[in-house]
């Protein structure tokens, strides 16, 4: 038997987590010198109301090492395999923190980096669970899952730019000309790394652009997952959700509210697109 670990980025709602029998490593926030479990001890609007009142940035850091090895240990002492699969290593260190605790438990641990972030990794989640119900190995899912992520995009539009400047992302004349214009900038988290790929004046522009290119990229391809998830946007999250409406049925798109964790890193307002098309 195979057993799906994942962490708290996933943006999985609790019903699917339920649904798909997976357990959940939840990510650390410190803030104003108090420690929170991601989506655990604080919910993302309380989150997000508390970060905007204090100067400083929150921190957020990987799954405590006690409890993930506990997780471990407990779910594979009846011999089960585990696959371990996690955000990407180039917003966090959980990846390569579950490699080192996977080295001191005794139970068959495989750590999957998913290159992503939020319901794009998710899919892939749901991806090696749906496998893994099938009796396939993990050898075999493994393998999937990198063709997952190869045909996965995410697209990500900031309201602000004060947490990306806080974080080290741009700098503060970068930030100070965005404010002065209202510039709404557009990245993309291809192969793992933030990378803006477009400007917008404001959220109306942004989603065009935003479907714009969903529309070229699914052109001749099956959509397989679609999710929209957004920090306190849910608004803008509908409007982006209606724009597509004409590329793919809206009852397949999810719309999520985001975790703490990477509200910190896009600051509220922030609303993200990812679908996987092949």
């Known amino acids: 038997m195979i057993k799906i670990v994942t962490d708290s980025t996933a943006?999985?709602?609790?019903?699917?987590?339920?649904?798909?029998?997976?357990?959940?490593?939840?990510?650390?926030?410190?803030m104003s010198g108090e420690t929170f479990l991601d989506g655990v001890d604080i919910s993302n609007d309380e989150f997000i109301t508390q970060m905007e009142a204090i100067e400083e940035l929150p921190k957020s850091s990987q799954p405590r090492v006690g409890s993930l090895l506990e997780l471990y240990d407990d779910l594979g002492k009846d011999g089960s395999e585990i696959l371990?699969?996690?955000?990407?290593?180039?917003?966090?260190?959980t990846f390569d923190s579950a490699c080192s605790v996977a080295?001191?438990?005794?139970s068959n641990v495989t750590v999957h980096n998913s290159k992503y972030v939020s319901q794009a990794l998710g899919f892939q989640v749901r991806e090696a669970v749906a496998m893994a119900r099938k009796g396939f190995t993990i050898e075999q899912i493994t393998a999937r899952l990198e063709e997952v992520r190869a045909n996965t995009s995410?697209?990500?539009?900031?309201?602000?730019?004060?947490n990306l400047v806080k974080g080290g992302r741009i700098g503060k004349g970068s930030a100070f000309l965005g404010s002065l214009f209202n510039i709404k900038?557009?990245?993309?988290?291809?192969?793992?790394?933030?990378?803006?790929?477009?400007?917008?004046?404001?959220?109306?522009?942004?989603?065009?652009?935003?479907?714009?290119?969903?529309?070229?990229?699914?052109?001749?391809?099956?959509?397989?997952?679609?999710?929209?998830?957004?920090?306190?946007a849910l608004s803008q999250a509908q409007h982006l959700c209606e724009a597509m409406k004409e590329f793919v049925d809206q009852e397949?798109?999810?719309?999520?509210?985001?975790?703490?964790?990477?509200?910190?890193?896009?600051?509220?307002?922030?609303?993200?697109?990812?679908?996987?098309a092949e």
Request: hydrophobic fraction near 45%; charged fraction near 20%.
């Open 154 to 162: 995410l697209y990500i539009v900031v309201d602000k730019l004060d």
């Open 11 to 30: 943006d999985l709602s609790k019903e699917m987590i339920e649904e798909l029998g997976i357990s959940v490593a939840p990510l650390q926030i410190l």
């Open 84 to 93: 371990s699969i996690h955000v990407t290593d180039s917003l966090s260190g």
């Open 185 to 232: 900038p557009i990245a993309s988290l291809a192969g793992g790394e933030y990378t803006p790929v477009a400007k917008a004046r404001n959220y109306k522009q942004a989603l065009k652009i935003i479907v714009s290119k969903f529309a070229e990229d699914v052109k001749g391809k099956t959509i397989k997952y679609v999710g929209i998830s957004h920090a306190n």
């Open 103 to 106: 080295a001191m438990t005794d």
């Open 252 to 276: 397949n798109i999810i719309i999520l509210t985001t975790t703490p964790v990477i509200s910190t890193h896009t600051g509220a307002g922030a609303l993200a697109l990812m679908y996987v």
